[in-house]
């Protein structure tokens, strides 16, 4: 398994700010992944954080909103960008070695916009 | 329809009850995910399992391909088993890796 691990764990922000969130593994692994999860909601996936290039986008987030780095296989970081209310969330990264295999999720990181 | 969906939705139980959480999918699958959710956010993943029976400790995990049904079993309850339990499974056909999740359950163990 993989241990993961995230900062800030949480954080309240004002509004038009940004804040960025890191995601670090105790192992080198191929994939890692952003997601939100909006209050009493499932999580939904950001995007895939790839490791020299850009990341791959869901429908519905934009780079300019959600920029990720991936400088190496064992972190990333996710900001968002002008923060409005509506991005109050709990924001979890997760790892995984292979396309469709078993995922290992961070801690989150609770962020609260006013 | 959903793809996939959870019973029950909320649990309440008795410390040392033997609980039992479904889940149904609609879909052909090669593995579901089984996660615990505590009331922080934090995810762990608990099982990965694409046919048969898992089991951790006091977590009991099994699935029926066939069927499209799996459970999560936890035996001798404890409160701090009070948590979200979520399956998952990969999905979509050119992206493997995005998990759809369940819906949930929410469940609450009393001392």
């Known amino acids: 398994s993989a241990v993961i691990s995230q900062k800030p764990s949480r954080d309240i922000c004002q509004r038009g700010t940004s804040l960025t969130i890191q995601c670090q593994v105790d192992?080198?692994?191929?994939?890692m992944f952003w997601y939100r999860q909006q209050p009493g909601q499932s999580l939904t996936l950001i995007a895939t954080?790839?490791?020299?290039?850009?990341?791959?986008?869901e429908s519905g987030f934009v780079i300019d909103k959600f920029p990720i780095s991936r400088p190496n296989l064992t972190f990333s970081t996710l900001t968002v960008s002008n923060m409005s209310p509506e991005d109050s969330s709990i924001y979890l990264c997760?790892?995984?070695?292979?396309?469709?295999?078993?995922?290992?999720f961070g801690p989150g990181t609770r962020l609260t916009v006013l | 329809k959903n793809e996939v969906e959870q019973s029950p939705q909320n649990l309440t139980a008795q410390e040392g009850e033997f609980i039992t959480i479904n889940c149904s999918y609609s879909?052909?699958?090669?593995?579901l995910h089984w996660l615990q959710q505590h009331p922080g956010g934090g995810i762990v993943s608990l099982f990965m399992?694409?046919?048969?029976?898992k089991k951790h400790g006091r977590l009991i995990a099994t699935i029926n391909i066939q069927e499209k049904h799996s459970s999560l079993h936890i035996t001798a309850s404890h409160p701090r088993d009070s948590a979200v339990y979520i399956c998952?499974?990969?999905?979509?056909?050119?992206?493997?890796?995005?998990?759809?999740w369940g819906a949930g359950t929410k469940l609450i163990i009393k001392p």
């Open positions: 954080a790839n490791q020299g290039s850009e990341a791959t986008y």
């Open positions: 192992s080198q692994v191929t994939m």
């Open positions: 399992l694409s046919s048969g029976k």
């Open positions: 879909v052909g699958i090669s593995a």
């Open positions: 998952a499974f990969p999905g979509g056909m050119d992206s493997n890796y995005q998990l759809i």
């Open positions: 997760s790892a995984s070695w292979l396309a469709g295999n078993e995922q290992f």
